[in-house]
């Protein structure tokens, strides 16, 4: 269960994530690195975080006109990144764009495709949110399947969404589609500003291929411990 683990680094403490790193060290497969972390860190920290056995997300969450993603995707590929993702709302074109230029990366460097992934709607908008946000007449879960099949056209490897939406998702994109779930909350810790959420057990019994958990795990009295009861909870289900 722990290459399916990704934890979600959301601190800029550079010794906070060094630290979580040795601790974390082979118990989790996966680092995401958001903004905060990537501007503490740099690419420079790819190849730390894969001598500690974790792989690492990009989830700088790229939203652009088709020339700048494509340049910021292949850089990313460039430096060893494992998984990277876009707006899936930035466009089919934006896609499109974005995974050539991975292809063109790995072939140039002779290295492996990362996973190239969508985000449909976020984790922390709900219907009421989403009407409010979007004003669109689909409604919340149609948009999300609308954009992920959207990704799946343009030839992404999957998409970011909540737990809830695995079901939808899984029958208008098949079962090699990749899914990423946020919102994840073990029954022990607090939702936050979370709305879509599940436990770790329910993901994956829902057949998340990686669950993403931060602040459970960072924000934890002990993180070593909180990752330990979260792999027992995933490996139950
Ligand atoms: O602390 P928490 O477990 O809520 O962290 C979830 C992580 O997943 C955050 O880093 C957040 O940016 C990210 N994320 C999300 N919803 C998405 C995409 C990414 O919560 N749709």
Redesign the pocket.
């Known amino acids: 269960m722990k290459n399916r683990l990704i934890v ?1 680094l ?1 601190t800029d403490d550079d010794e906070k994530i060094g630290w979580l790193s040795s601790r974390l060290r082979d118990t989790v497969g996966w680092f ?1 690195m ?1 903004f905060q972390a990537f501007s503490a860190l740099g690419m420079e920290a790819f190849p730390r975080f894969e001598q500690n056995g974790h792989k690492v997300f990009v ?1 700088l ?1 790229f939203h652009d006109i088709p020339n700048t993603v494509a340049r910021d995707v292949g850089m990313m590929t460039k430096h060893g990144a494992h998984m990277i ?1 876009m707006h899936a709302s930035g466009g089919f074109e934006m896609m499109q764009a974005a995974r050539k230029s991975a292809e063109d990366a790995t072939a140039e460097n002779g290295i492996p495709m990362p996973m190239l992934l969508g ?6 908008i709900d219907e009421t949110g989403f009407q409010r946000s979007f004003g669109s007449e689909r409604g919340l879960t149609k948009q999300v399947v609308y954009l992920a099949q959207l990704a799946q056209e343009a030839g992404l490897s999957g998409v ?3 737990p809830l939406e695995i079901e939808p998702i899984r029958k208008a994109c098949g079962d090699d589609f990749v899914i990423v779930t ?4 073990p029954k022990w810790s607090k939702s ?3 709305r879509r959420i599940t436990t770790p057990a329910a993901a994956i019994q829902r057949s998340a291929d990686y669950i ?5 795990i ?2 934890a009295a002990d993180p070593v411990e909180a990752t330990e009861m979260i792999l027992e909870e995933m490996k139950g289900a």
């Open positions: 979600a959301d995401k958001g989830d969450k993702n985000v449909t709607v976020l984790t922390s970011v969404a909540s946020p919102g994840i909350r936050g500003d979370q993403v958990v931060g602040r459970p960072i924000e």
